[in-house]
């Protein structure tokens, strides 16, 4: 048994959660109200339904647990001790942080850890228990994992044998805390280079994809909604809003002439008189895009962006440019962007003036065309009146009322409209709430989703809500539209995005056209 | 909670795009000023209380924005709103002229039973200005605005005085306000302080 312990140990709070204190935070309040919500939508199906919600949560929550390591088995629903210690399992078990090898310094923290690990098991099978059967997950990716697993099967040996004498030494002699150490960090190393190699299988993998002369688009969509890697995003995103097609034989010349055609679309606007509201418009807006970040205070990247949006406004009249669509051009240009700097600086910090005037085109015109893709599949939020956006936050409230019937409950009573704080999260796709860091991974999800910025969005934005239930339900108005207006987000990390996706997951798949039986 | 028990006053900010609302708010609210806030989109919420004499009371400012798209939601907060404060860019004629349509637009909700302010922005812009003083002032008499003030969200200017005013008009505060007619000192906001000196202009 004591092995196992270990094994718990060790895993703990890799075990999916991450490091963050809020995410830690995070999940038994999620599934708090899943269990809510489970209780709720079992009185309306019976158990025909039931079976499918668990696989879409052991799903969502193998997704959460692997962060961007997909390539391991789904977090164990059904924790019993066999599975923790079979060595396949042990290897499963994603990432270990540094920040979690220094708490092996500190042996007086160990029982601490392996309860909030079992703290946390423990919540999961309550849940699974409450009327469902089946344990086992399905992962959105299975047709993926048997190639992941041939990696690190000779790596997971040596591994489980390292926990085996690992936990023998800390039973039998009296220097355990030193050699606890220094195996923990063996242990790390090993890990570590683990990690490694499931990355780069990851990017392999996505790299043969990508590769074909067609590309299956729904296996690149499955593979994207966990995450991107950085260096085939550009070409990823190019293909998943459809501005490129699949067939690789088609690819340079729809590039060749769609370059062309906004060149052409350039000339053409700036060659008459500039529209002066529109123009006046974009002008005030450019300089307060995402001052704060280097990139987007270089006059090159000014000029760019004006021409885009400039450009745009004038070829969709109905809406014309609306603020809100400058932050939405900036996810591309910065990831289209990233695609010429050689030099390995951060796109964030990049001076774009650095490049060829050619180079700078490209970019600019893959921008304005994945904007206008974008931008198609949400028309009618910046149409007159905005009928999308406002749509779109009466869906948000239908669903806080299911999803979290108090808080909903809370906001009406202290006279806090919907309209009045999720507008701007329509309106601006929370960017103004996430840094655009985090939006791009957000976006990889958004792509991926058969309709991810219209409907998936929604689901996020409840996930986002719900995420500060406790807090909201303890302040009045006042706190309330302060809180939402500038939300804690600042340190939020890529795992805290793919914490918020997943939870929008299970909202969406519990939720997701069963609005009218339950209203 | 005991908060709850506070009287809570809304004022709803209106005007052109980049005339500076969400600056003035910001200016009154942290003392800070910065030329890059990102364009308000729909609405904005703060709240701040603010004290005098021996009462409190709450200020629920709306920050609306500027742009034409996001008009239609402005109707409902300026049916909700005591105060509407109306702001021009002094520097900006055009801003200036399209004050009417926002007071017309306030009218249309609420009638005479709400106070007018009008407020002219940027004024440390002096080589660009386009509006004077005075046309201003007529401006804001002729419409039956209670204040009329000029001031620079840049530079702190009449900013805190603005919000003063304000106050002064709530019915909490009307009558406090009214016995001691100069005594401007004897406000014992911690917010509002050395306006004694910009009180100068127009109080219409």
């Not at chain 1, 950085?230 to 809003?241: A, F, M, N, Y």
């Not at chain 1, 974009?282 to 006059?299: A, G, M, S, V």
């Not at chain 2, 009371?57 to 008009?71: K, M």
Request: charged share 25%.
């Amino acid at each position: 048994m004591t092995q196992v312990y270990q094994n718990e140990f060790v895993f703990g709070e890799g075990g999916g959660k991450g490091t963050n204190s809020t995410q830690l935070a995070s999940a038994p309040s999620l599934l708090k109200t899943l269990s809510h919500a489970f209780r709720e939508k079992d009185k309306v199906k019976k158990s025909v339904v039931a079976n499918d919600d668990i696989k879409t949560i052991g799903t969502t929550f193998s997704h959460l647990s692997m962060s961007n390591n997909e390539s391991s088995t789904s977090l164990n629903l059904s924790s019993s001790p066999k599975r923790i210690n079979n060595s396949s399992s042990s290897l499963a078990r994603p990432k270990v942080s540094k920040r979690n090898s220094f708490k092996f310094d500190s042996p007086s923290l160990t029982p601490r850890h392996s309860d909030q690990y079992t703290d946390l098991d423990d919540d999961w099978d309550a849940d699974v228990e409450h009327g469902l059967t089946t344990t086992d997950s399905a992962p959105k990716n299975l047709e993926f994992r048997p190639q992941t697993f041939e990696y690190p099967t000779l790596k997971s040996k040596r591994i489980s044998g390292s926990v085996d004498s690992f936990a023998k030494v800390k039973s039998n002699t009296p220097l355990d805390d030193y050699y606890e150490v220094n195996k923990t960090k063996e242990l790390e190393a090993a890990k570590e280079k683990e990690e490694m190699i499931a990355v780069v299988s990851k990017i392999n993998r996505y790299k043969k994809i990508l590769n074909e002369q067609t590309i299956e688009l729904p296996k690149l969509k499955k593979m994207a909604w966990n995450g991107i890697p950085e260096e085939l995003r550009p070409l990823s995103w190019q293909l998943l809003i459809g501005y490129l097609p699949p067939n690789s034989n088609r690819r340079d010349l729809q590039l060749q002439r769609k370059r062309q055609e906004y060149l052409n679309g350039i000339n053409q606007v700036f060659a008459s008189a500039k529209e002066q509201t529109t123009w006046h418009q974009i002008e005030i807006d450019i300089p307060r895009t995402n001052p704060k970040i280097k990139l987007y205070t270089y006059e090159t990247t000014q000029r760019s962006l004006e021409r885009i949006l400039y450009l745009w406004a004038l070829r969709h009249p109905a809406s014309g440019y609306v603020q809100g669509i400058n932050d939405l051009c900036t996810p591309f240009f910065q990831v289209y962007l990233s695609d010429y700097i050689k030099d390995g600086t951060a796109v964030e910090n990049f001076n774009p003036g650095e490049l060829t005037k050619q180079e700078m085109n490209n970019v600019e015109a893959d921008t304005y065309w994945s904007l206008t893709k974008l931008l198609e599949g949400i028309q009618d939020n910046y149409i007159h009146a905005q009928p999308g956006i406002i749509r779109q936050v009466n869906e948000l409230k239908d669903l806080i009322k299911r999803i979290d019937f108090d808080l909903s409950q809370h906001l009406e009573t202290e006279n806090v409209e919907f309209i009045q704080f999720s507008f701007r999260w329509m309106n601006c796709m929370l960017m103004r709430e996430l840094s655009v860091k985090n939006t791009i991974r957000m976006w990889d999800t958004y792509l991926a989703e058969p309709n991810g910025f219209s409907e998936f969005h929604i689901y996020v934005c409840a996930a986002f809500l719900v995420k500060w239930s406790d807090e909201l339900k303890k302040m009045e108005f006042q706190d309330i539209m302060m809180f939402l207006q500038n939300p804690p987000t600042k340190g939020w990390t890529e795992k805290d995005v793919e914490l918020l996706l997943s939870e929008a997951f299970i909202w969406q798949s519990l939720y997701k056209n069963a609005a009218a039986h339950l209203r | 909670m005991s908060k709850s028990n506070l009287s809570k006053y809304k004022i709803v900010f209106l005007g052109e795009q980049n005339v500076g609302k969400t600056s003035l708010i910001t200016r009154f609210m942290y003392d800070t000023f910065d030329s890059t806030y990102a364009a308000t989109i729909g609405i904005d919420f703060l709240s701040k209380t603010m004290y005098l004499d021996d009462k409190t009371v709450r200020l629920q400012l709306w920050d609306t924005a500027g742009q034409e798209r996001f008009r239609s939601l402005i109707p409902s907060y300026i049916r909700d709103s005591h105060v509407a404060v109306i702001v021009y860019d002094v520097s900006s004629k055009k801003s200036f002229e399209l004050l009417d349509k926002w007071i017309e637009d306030v009218k249309i909700e609420r009638g005479e039973n709400v106070i007018i302010c009008i407020v002219g922005n940027k004024n440390d812009l002096t080589d660009e200005r386009q509006v004077s003083l005075q046309d201003g002032e007529a401006k804001a008499k002729a419409h039956g605005a209670k204040i009329f003030l000029e001031t620079s969200s840049k530079l702190g200017y009449n900013v805190k005085s603005l919000f003063k005013k304000i106050a002064k008009t709530l019915p909490e505060f009307e009558a406090a306000g009214k016995s001691g007619e100069e005594g401007a000192s004897e406000m014992i906001d911690i917010n509002v302080e050395n306006t004694t000196t910009q009180d100068g202009q127009c109080q219409c």
